[in-house]
């Protein structure tokens, strides 16, 4: 197991917004947390992020304890997380958001393979390195987004609602780039509203509602799930 | 002609240092949105710093006494950071315990500063006393010519710092997103205490340089001089360090135009009326934008 998740409980104030989440991560494969709005899926993605810290559970990552460690220890332990929203750098380039990206890579070897690898996946944004990373379009942003995180080589790339507020086509896109990534050897944990791109590209995943997981499966299995297709996919 | 000149020139040097300690807050504000009260208190704990060892281990070479200044007070800053503002932080409680507790520690470094020092005006050691170059019908004395010539140097250096070096541009990414930066794994408790080591050696030199212009010190001088810089970077837009700079200038030259041609005591009164002016006209000053709310 990369990730294994035991009995996790987080609060904001006094909210209770994840009730005992257990799961684990294959090395290797995707898995998709689906929900809708207010299930706990942000919560879940920071407190393995590392930006909340969970009342109660464990959170083991690649043999190692990392649930007090801080956000900069587990990246580089080699788990990261490309926030919802995008959250790239505006007043800087494609460029200076990437070596953000590469903050804690001190080789520059390493740091220019990296900055390679991701302009091979991303061409797109290959040639807009000195531009405004505010003046991005909507999917260059999530590319340049996802780019960052992948500076940092990680193991497993942690993405929260990598759909938002992209078209069809785009979202498709950015789903076979997540795809392609994870062929390249990265471990994905995905947590979308999206249930039907996020299930198409999952070999598992799990439905989070009011903080606790109530479906769990393959990605296939999940998709023919009667609950599911009424609840998430709207049929 | 020659009177508008020297204005001018008075202007420019007493703005330099305005502009320096502004940076100082504005630098503070655009990461963590606090205004840092202890700047102006780090001004004035620099000067006596600097006051204290001229008269005693130092004696004799400037250079010296500037070069160790500089470092106590760059550790001061991370050391206020370390102490007063990170636990706060980290607990997550709101900005405004961060800016009492600011104002806590300017107290704190007042009260140790006169209690040390004393509260009577004393000699301050300055370059080249004495010695004046007319420009133009400006006498402006060299210490006038070197405040000036440091501070374009300095805001040259900090231009260079933020745009290339790697932790100048992490204080630029601080400030664009905090928390991308906590996921990106950059090492940001240590950037922001690096942020008030910044603002405190601006603060230092800029207290100096002061008390060097002054040819004196007094226990006064912080928050005079604290007060006027933090008026400046209101009206440069706070969180804009070109604003901060900007602001200096603009108010120092105003206030020198006001003595001037009007009255000194009116002058005192300057930096306040434009002050309040901004802040009903445009309160996110002149380089500031409108606040753009992260979810």
């Known amino acids: 197991m990369l990730l294994e998740v035991n009995n996790l409980h987080t609060y904001y104030g006094n909210i209770k917004a994840l009730r005992g989440v257990s799961f684990n991560v294959k090395e290797g494969e995707i898995l998709s947390f689906i929900g809708a709005n207010g299930a706990g899926k ?37 788990i990261i997380l490309c926030p919802e929203g995008r959250q790239i750098f505006p007043k800087f380039t494609v460029e200076e958001n990437l070596l953000m990206g590469a903050y804690t890579e001190k080789d520059k070897a390493n740091q220019k393979a990296n900055y390679e690898k991701v302009f091979e996946l991303f061409p797109q944004i290959k040639d807009r390195q000195k531009q405004m990373a505010g003046t991005l379009s909507g999917g260059e942003q999530q590319m340049l987004a996802i780019g960052r995180a992948l500076m940092e080589n990680p193991k497993m790339l942690m993405l929260d609602e990598p759909s938002l507020g992209l078209s069809p ?35 598992r995943a799990y439905a989070l509602e009011t903080g606790e997981i109530v479906i769990e499966g393959t990605g296939k299995e999940l998709l023919n799930n009667d609950v599911i297709i009424k609840t998430y996919l709207g049929a | 002609m020659s009177k508008f000149l ?36 780090v001004f004035l704990t620099s ?5 204290a060892l001229y008269s005693s281990i130092t004696a004799g070479s400037v250079a010296l006494t500037f070069i160790l200044t500089l470092i106590a007070a760059g550790a001061l800053g991370y050391v206020i950071e370390f102490i007063a503002i990170r636990p706060i932080r980290e607990k997550g409680d709101s900005n405004t315990y961060a800016l009492i507790s600011s104002i806590g520690v300017k107290t704190i470094l007042e009260q140790l500063c006169q209690g040390t020092f004393g509260s009577e005006i004393k000699p301050f050691p300055t370059l080249l006393a004495g010695k004046y170059i007319n420009l133009a019908g400006a006498r402006t004395s060299a210490i006038q010519i070197i405040i000036i010539v440091v501070t374009l140097v300095i805001l040259l250096g900090m231009t260079w710092f933020t745009q290339h070096n790697r932790v100048g541009r992490g204080l630029r990414a601080l ?32 207290g100096v340089a002061y008390c060097m212009y002054l040819s004196s010190i007094s226990i ?43 009255s000194m005591s009116a002058s005192n009164f300057i930096s306040f009326a434009i002050l309040i002016l901004v802040l009903i006209i445009k309160p996110t000053g002149i380089f500031g934008k409108k606040e753009q709310k992260k979810v």
């Not at chain 1, 992020?49 to 109660?56: D, I, V, Y």
């Not at chain 1, 990534?181 to 198409?200: F, P, R, S, Y």
């Not at chain 2, 928390?179 to 800029?206: D, R």
């Open chain 1, 169 to 203: 086509i785009l979202v498709e896109q950015i789903f076979g780039l997540i795809e392609e990534i994870n062929k390249q050897g990265t471990t994905i944990l995905l947590v979308e509203q999206n249930a039907m791109a996020a299930l198409d590209i999952a070999d």
């Open chain 2, 220 to 262: 006064s001088v912080g928050s005079a001089i604290g007060n006027k810089a933090f008026a400046a970077t209101v009206l440069g837009g706070i969180g804009e360090l070109k604003g901060a700079v900007i602001g200096g200038y603009i108010l120092a030259i105003a206030e020198n135009f006001v003595s001037g041609y009007w």
């Open chain 2, 6 to 41: 020297q204005i001018l020139v008075n202007g420019i040097s007493l703005g330099s240092i305005y502009a320096l300690t502004a940076i100082g807050y504005s630098l503070i504000y655009s990461i963590l949105q606090l205004i840092n009260m202890s700047n102006a208190a």
């Open chain 2, 47 to 51: 000067a006596v710093i600097f006051y």
């Open chain 2, 175 to 206: 400030s664009q997103n905090l928390n991308a930066c906590h996921l990106m794994g950059m090492p940001v408790n240590t950037l922001i205490g690096l942020s008030f080591t910044v603002g405190s050696m601006l603060a230092a030199v800029s």
């Open chain 1, 42 to 78: 942000s919560t879940l993605m920071n407190t393995l992020s590392g930006t909340l810290k969970p009342r109660e559970g464990q959170i083991i990552f690649n043999g190692v304890d990392i649930t007090k460690m801080t956000p900069r220890d587990r990246v580089k332990q080699g």
